[in-house]
């Protein structure tokens, strides 16, 4: 089977989705493979820092944003928004920082005037992704907020494939397909192709250009893969069933157990075939494959990484 670029669950959902305001099980499920994100991110950015503001964008319960506030004492300030009350609420109780203010915002919305030329960076950790008709917009608006010479760097989600396949495995296979009868695979696949249509980030050739249009230098366009090692069982599973992915829940609820179930080989089947082949090309992650041993497996993101130079007026 051909997979989709992009996470099936992602691509076919509606325009109002959003993500389930749940920052307790974010920080227990989620957090530990964000942080990982992040810093792949990072990695990729090579920022150094002096006396920086930067907007965080997307931060949810705001554990990812403590963590790039102790990247460096050089960073002033960080303007950490999200669409989601509950979650920027636990962020302000959990993760509160004199140097963070955090802020409920859609940013597909107004933008305060004062967010003018004021940011030296602004920062999003899989956030834009969930911006599908909106993008060009709020790349605007990124880039009114940023001073001459600031930068932009974020990552987009793409998929991860064991999630990927096992969920498009199940619903065709005869134990489960009755389930999703208003969701046939084919159907589902072709909403999917159609969306990835607007997902511009999706394109490595055309996202570049967009980004050049709105005014942006581009210093990078890519593909990343980030490996975390975690332990991948129901409970792991169904925690982020819950809070990022919705085909699940069209399991009846008695039957969700044994559905996890099934989930899982092949989650864990297809993340360890990947890790594998990568690790006999010489894969820079094998040495998190110590952490096998601690009954923990590989698991992929697949993100595109961009950064991005507002350019200093001549
Ligand atoms: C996958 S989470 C990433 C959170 C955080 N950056 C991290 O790395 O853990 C994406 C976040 O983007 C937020 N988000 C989605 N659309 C948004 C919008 N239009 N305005 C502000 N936040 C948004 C979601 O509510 C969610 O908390």
Partial sequence: MDLPKVQVDYATREGDWQFNPNPELYAEVATQFQRRNANTLLKELCWSYLDDIILDIGCNNGDVTKMLLSKSDQIHHIMACDIL????????????????????????????????????????????NMI???QENVLK?????????????????????GIQAATLTLMESEKWKKYFTENKLSKTLAITQKNIEKMVWCDEQVFPKMLEKIGFQVKLCKSVQSWSFLKIDCTFIKGTFDLFFKF??????????DYLTDMVSIIKEIEMMKFQFLSDKGNEWAHLMQ????????????LIIIHCVKPNVS
């Fill in 141 to 161: 608006k990124v880039f009114n907020s940023l001073k001459p010479g600031g930068e932009l760097g974020a990552s987009y989600f793409l998929r991860i494939d």
């Fill in 132 to 134: 599908v008709d909106n």
């Fill in 85 to 128: 009350a509950p979650c920027i609420e636990y962020a302000k109780q959990k993760n509160a920082d004199a140097n963070i203010t955090y802020i409920e915002m859609d940013v597909c919305k107004e933008w305060p005037t004062s967010w003018e030329n004021r940011f030296d960076k602004v920062f999003s950790n899989e956030c834009l």
């Fill in 291 to 302: 952490d096998e041993s601690n009954d923990k497996h590989p698991l992929c993101q697949e």
């Fill in 248 to 257: 699940y829940h069209q399991i009846p609820t008695a039957l969700q157990g």
